[in-house]
């Protein structure tokens, strides 16, 4: 499985990114998909996750309300739409995966279940 993020950039606070993460060598059909993120200095927070067989979306309580994780499975895409977006926000965003697991319950929080991650791309909120 390979993962490559994109879309991030700078932005003003208040305003709107799309990070985009494309899935190659393996289906979007049964697999769980996450969004992490490590700002300057602090430690790795799991942002989101989707499990694409049912479709079921797990939030950080910090995005939860503003940030909205969807999948195309035509285009084996998953995206991250971010709203609202504050300085805080700004990290590396990673895009991770694993095939085959539901993302279960709050495991897919540490990271620790993903074996598959991608490069990053940088949003900075100013």
């Known amino acids: 499985v390979q993962l490559v993020e994109s879309g991030g950039g700078s932005v003003q606070a208040g305003g709107s990114l799309r990070l985009s993460c494309v899935v190659s060598g393996y289906t979007l059909g049964n697999i769980c998909i996450g969004w992490f993120r490590q700002g300057l200095g602090k430690g790795p927070e799991g942002v989101a996750a989707?499990?694409?067989?049912?479709?079921?979306?797990y939030y950080a309580d910090s995005v939860k309300g503003r940030f909205i994780i969807t999948r195309d499975k035509a285009r084996d895409l998953v995206y991250l739409q971010m709203n609202s977006l504050k300085p805080e926000d700004t990290a590396m965003y990673y895009c991770a995966a694993e095939p085959g697991w539901d993302c279960y319950s709050d495991s897919w929080r540490s990271g620790l279940g993903f074996g598959y991650w991608g490069q990053g791309t940088q949003v900075t909120v100013s």
């Open positions: 989707i499990y694409t067989g049912g479709g079921n979306t």
